[in-house]
C-alpha cells in the first residue's frame, strides 16, 4: 500500500510560521517528483510548491514566492513545506503528492500519481 501521511498542520497567527512534513510509507519515493497542494474552502485545489527527484529543482506559486520552502531531507525521502510569514489567505488544506511525470517539477494536478490526506493550516488575523 502507497502512502504519504502529512502532519504538521494548525492554527497560527497571521506572521507566523509552520512546517509540514510529508512522509511516505509503502515505498520509497527517491523516484519520484514531489509537490504540496493545497485547497481553500469554496476554491479549487492549487500547486504550491514542487521539488525535483533530485532536490536541485523547485518551483512556487507566485503566491508564496519568498514566503515558502519546499525541501527534501535525507531519510525515508520525507519531504518538507516551511511556511513562514503566513497570512490569512494561506488557510487551507493542504496535500502532499507524488509525480512520475518526466518533467522536473510538475505543476498539474494530474501529473500526481500519489496523494496525501492532507493537513490543515489554519491562518488568524
Known amino acids: 500500500q502507497v502512502q504519504l501521511v502529512e502532519s504538521g498542520g494548525g492554527l497560527v497567527q497571521a506572521g507566523g510560521s509552520l512546517s509540514l512534513s510529508c512522509a511516505p510509507s509503502?515505498?520509497?519515493?527517491?523516484?519520484?517528483?514531489m509537490g504540496w497542494f493545497r485547497r481553500a474552502l469554496g476554491k479549487e485545489r492549487d500547486l504550491v510548491a514542487a521539488i525535483s527527484r533530485s532536490g536541485g529543482t523547485t518551483y512556487y506559486a507566485d503566491s508564496v514566492k519568498g514566503r515558502f520552502t519546499v525541501s527534501r531531507g535525507n531519510t525515508k525521502n520525507t519531504v518538507y513545506l516551511q511556511m513562514n510569514s503566513l497570512k490569512p489567505e494561506d488557510t487551507a488544506v493542504y496535500y502532499c503528492?507524488?509525480?512520475?511525470?518526466?518533467?522536473?517539477?510538475?505543476?498539474?494536478?494530474?501529473?500526481?500519481?500519489?496523494w496525501g490526506q492532507g493537513t490543515q493550516v489554519t491562518v488568524s488575523s
Open positions: 503528492a507524488a509525480s512520475q511525470a518526466i518533467r522536473l517539477t510538475p505543476t498539474e494536478g494530474s501529473d500526481y500519481d500519489y
Open positions: 509503502g515505498r520509497t519515493f527517491s523516484t519520484y517528483a
